[in-house]
C-alpha cells in the first residue's frame, strides 16, 4: 500500500494574490490516542524520514547505548544544523567510543545553518560526515554496536543486527508492522508508518512513565531543542518546543513533521510536495483545534513570505479537517 495524497492543506500569498497551495495530509489524536481529526491520506505507508528519530533512538538505547549526558541524546534524535556546539558533541561522542569522523556512514555536507556554513567556507573549509545533519544520529548507532557487541562494518545494512533491533522499535511505538525499508537521504535505513501510526508514537513518547527509555529520549529532546534543530529563527522544532512546554517536535524530510503534547494530543503530518514552509502554519492550525492555548502558540503564527527584504505575503493554513 501506497501513499494516495492529500487535499489543500496551505496556500501561499504574495501581495494578496494566491501564489500557490500545497496539498497534503494531516490527523490529530487527543491525549487517549483516539483519531479526533483527520484531512487527506492518514492511513497509508509513508516514509516519515527522521521524524523516526526519536523511536530509532528507543531501539539504541534499549540495545545497550549509554551516553554521558541527556544532551547527547538529544542529538542522537536530531536533524542538527551544524553549528558548533552541535560538532563539538557529535565529536566528544566518538572520541568516547575511540572512533574518528571517518567511521561515520553520513556522507560530507556542509553546515545547515548559514552562519556556521559561511563560517567553514570563510576558513577555507568544506563538507564532512561530522556536519552532515544526521551524525549525531549515526554515531548513537556506532556507539550502540560497539557496547551490544555487534561489528560496525556494513551497520547501514536492513539485515544488520542494529537495523534490525531499530525496525522492531519503530513497529512498536508506532502500533503497525513496517511496510517497506527505504534508504533515507544519510544513507541509513528509514522504516515506513502511517501519519496515524507516527502520531500515536510521538503520544507514546511524551506519555511514558518516569524512568522509562520511551520518556528519557522525550525529555532530552525537549531539554535540549537547540541540539535537536538549531538555534536560527527558522528552526521550526525549537521554535515550537521552546514556545509550548512539554511539546515534542521532530521533522523530517519531504514536509513530514510529528508533534506531541503531554495531556493534549498529537499531530502528524506530510506535505505531498515536500515544502517545509507549509509545516509550521499547519502545525499551529492543529495545535489550536487540539486545544493549546493561544498564546503559546502567538510568537508560531506568522510565517511572512519575503518580497526585496520585507514581508509581502504569507503562508497560511487551509486545513479543515474532518472530525472522527
Not at 23 to 42: F, M, N, Q, W
Not at 110 to 120: H, I, N, Y
Not at 297 to 311: I, K, Q, T
Request: aromatic letters at 2%; a negative charge; charged letters at 20%.
Amino acid at each position: 500500500m501506497s501513499y494516495r495524497g492529500g487535499v489543500p492543506v496551505a496556500e501561499v500569498t504574495r501581495s494578496d494574490f494566491v501564489e500557490s497551495r500545497h496539498h497534503g495530509s494531516v490527523v490529530l489524536l487527543d491525549a487517549a490516542g483516539e483519531t479526533v481529526a483527520v484531512t487527506g491520506d492518514v492511513t497509508s505507508a509513508i516514509f516519515p524520514r527522521s521524524s523516526n528519530k526519536p523511536l530509532q533512538a528507543v531501539g539504541m538505547v534499549r540495545s545497550g547505548l549509554r551516553l554521558a549526558e541527556p544532551a547527547e541524546l538529544a542529538l542522537v534524535c536530531a536533524s542538527h544544523w551544524g553549528e558548533p556546539h552541535h560538532l563539538d558533541r557529535v565529536r566528544a561522542m566518538l572520541r568516547h567510543g575511540g572512533l574518528t569522523e571517518e567511521a561515520l556512514g553520513c556522507p560530507p555536507s556542509l553546515p545547515l545553518d548559514d552562519d556556521a556554513r559561511a563560517a567553514v567556507l570563510a576558513a577555507g573549509g568544506g563538507p564532512t560526515r561530522a556536519q552532515m545533519n544526521c551524525s549525531g544520529k549515526h554515531a548513537g548507532m556506532l556507539l550502540t554496536c560497539l557496547v551490544a557487541g555487534w561489528p560496525i562494518e556494513g551497520y547501514l545494512r536492513p539485515e544488520h543486527p542494529l537495523q534490525q533491533r531499530l525496525q522492531e522499535a519503530v513497529s512498536e511505538g508506532t502500533g503497525e508492522p513496517v511496510a517497506a525499508v527505504g534508504v533515507d537521504g544519510c544513507g541509513a535505513p528509514v522504516c515506513s508508518a502511517s501519519l496515524t501510526g507516527l502520531a500515536r508514537a510521538f503520544l507514546r513518547l511524551v506519555g511514558a512513565e518516569a524512568g522509562s527509555t520511551q520518556r528519557a529520549i522525550a525529555d532530552a529532546m525537549r531539554a535540549h531543542p537547540d541540539l535537536v534543530a538549531g538555534t536560527a529563527a527558522t528552526a521550526v522544532d525549537t521554535r515550537l518546543m521552546s514556545a509550548v512546554p512539554g511539546l515534542l517536535a521532530k521533522s523530517g524530510a519531504e514536509g513530514v513533521s510529528a508533534v506531541a503534547v503531554p495531556g493534549v494530543g498529537a499531530v502528524a503530518l506530510k506535505v505531498d510536495d515536500g515544502a517545509a514552509r507549509a509545516r509550521l502554519p499547519v502545525l499551529v492550525a492543529a495545535l489550536r483545534q487540539l486545544g493549546v492555548p493561544a498564546e503559546q502558540l502567538a510568537e508560531l503564527v506568522d510565517s511572512p513570505v519575503l518580497g526585496g527584504g520585507r514581508p509581502v505575503g504569507a503562508v497560511r493554513s487551509l486545513v479543515c479537517v474532518e472530525s472522527r
